[in-house]
């Protein structure tokens, strides 16, 4: 490293240039009065006497009166530690901005790890009662009786609210009346095993915590749509396709509104291929622009990524499981609509009225 360096980086390392240019020339002259100092650097006269009265300060050099000032370096060891210093937090400063640049953008997520049951339900009861869209949960019938007055302020909200109830561990399971689950749902099943207590929320909140078997007592409440997503198809698939139905509010007559796109297009499939025209209105969130619209008309196309058979009607869900859309021709056109997490569609559907049909 040549003087010119060794300057520049002590600059780096906080000196004025001043200071930097007048302690490398101390450096090769060993000691010197201030006016040689000033004559081999390129620090103005006037200035050199405040230059190494801040180089003092620092601990740089030591100055001293021999017929006028002079100047020597100190022993370099505590500025060597502070140099080294330096570059060991400029190394650590190097690290973690790389760190933080690969990490996930967590500004919009949020995960919290909780000891208790009880602190899920107490999160899950205050996102249930100001639900607005869509509520799934699966839980006891005796979490069922904490939650449900949230339950029926989700409903009362207009929420679609799926109900899977199952037994405590090493306990029966008697099921809340019909005047309750009318009360609380739209649509409410049964599992006969138990599971782990979840609830998902506009699908956006994650809340959950394992069974009774668990070795460890925890919960884990999310916040953020693309694992609430996962959570989804584990209510599907271990939660509600298979089980009993013990309560729904749903039925066949127009209209008939859905706030999954694939359970309207096990429905909305049949009726295409039977040539049945069907209007509707899909409220959602445009995928370029993000912003909330609501579009009407007829529905012209339905597709999806599964293999079927000609009796599968309706198809099954995990046929469903790829790409699934449906088109809707308004008056602007054809619009595309796809489900939960729509990137290719014109927009993702939050709810999807059926108002009508006709041959």
Known sequence: MDGDELIATLEDAGLSPYQADAFVTLLELGAASATDIAHASSVPDPRIYDVLRGLEDDGYIETYEQDSLHAR???????????????????TAATEIEERWNRPDIEDHKVSIVKRLDTVLTQAEELIREATTQVQVGLTVEQYHELEDALASALERGADVKVCLFPSVD???DLPSTESLARTCTEARRRPIPSPFVALVDRTWTCFSP???????YGVIVNDRTHTFVFHWYFLTSLWEVHETVYSARNDE??????????????????????????????????????????SGTVTDATYAGVTTEAD??????????????????EDGPVTIGGWGAMLEDL???????????R
């Open 211 to 217: 069974h009774g078997y668990s070795t460890n007592e």
């Open 313 to 330: 009607h309706p198809a099954p869900l995990a046929q469903l499981a790829g790409e699934a859309s449906i088109t809707l021709e308004t």
């Open 73 to 91: 370096a100190h022993d370099p060891g505590e500025v060597l530690a502070d140099l080294r210093s330096r570059a060991s937090r400029f190394e």
């Open 171 to 173: 306990a029966e399971m």
């Open 254 to 295: 127009f209209p008939v509104t859905y706030v999954d796109l694939r359970h309207c297009l096990r429905d909305v499939i049949p009726l295409l291929e039977d040539g049945v025209t069907i209007e509707a209105t899909v409220e959602g969130i445009e995928t370029d622009s993000g912003l909330e619209v609501t579009r």
């Open 348 to 358: 993702e559907a939050t709810r999807i009225t059926l108002d009508s049909s006709a």
